[in-house]
């Protein structure tokens, strides 16, 4: 179901960013995290649909297993017959849209709203889709999520 280039794997990667950085490719849907020595683990991403991307970097504020979801107040306008039962949340679990793991995406203290999250609809990696997070596997935001630290550089490439 998922093509092969979409598969996690360590990569060569020449980058100047440092080891335990997270870039994510936009335009190719990729995700590397940073070993260090030109080497990365690449994972396949779902990314935003066109106008929803997420763009400029961040880093992470905050982690969360099993995450609770709430549509942000632009998914309640665009959408309010899909989203409009889920107004006050939806409980973690496997039939979350977020799925196993989250991490939230922050700049200068505040919350943007996007996150790199697992997903419950692994069919969506490799396309630009979602309302403007950054969908992995949960096989594979669980292992992203073992590896990063609160703190960690979000660098996000653009088309």
């Known amino acids: 179901m998922i093509k092969p280039e979409f598969r996690r794997q360590e990569v060569e990667y020449k980058?100047?960013?440092?080891k335990g950085t997270v870039v994510v490719d936009t335009p190719n849907k990729f995700l590397y995290y940073v070993l260090g020595d030109n080497r990365a683990?690449?994972?396949?991403?779902?990314?935003g649909r066109e106008g929803l991307a997420l763009r400029g970097n961040a880093y992470i504020g905050r982690k969360a297993e099993w995450p609770?979801?709430?549509p942000t107040a632009n998914m309640l306008r665009r959408d309010p017959e899909a989203n409009e039962p889920y107004r006050n949340g939806m409980a973690g679990g496997p039939n979350n849209p977020l799925g196993a793991r989250a991490l939230y995406l922050y700049r200068n203290g505040r919350d943007t709203m996007f996150r790199i999250h697992g997903t419950n609809q692994p069919q969506s990696i490799g396309l630009a889709m979602s309302s403007g997070c950054i969908r992995m596997l949960n096989h594979d935001i669980i292992d992203l999520y073992e590896r990063v630290s609160s703190g960690s550089r979000v660098v996000v490439i653009q088309a």
Do not use: D, E, F, L
Request: aromatic share 14%; net charge positive.
């Open 15 to 18: 980058t100047s960013h440092a």
């Open 41 to 47: 683990i690449r994972y396949g991403v779902g990314v």
């Open 68 to 70: 609770n979801w709430t």
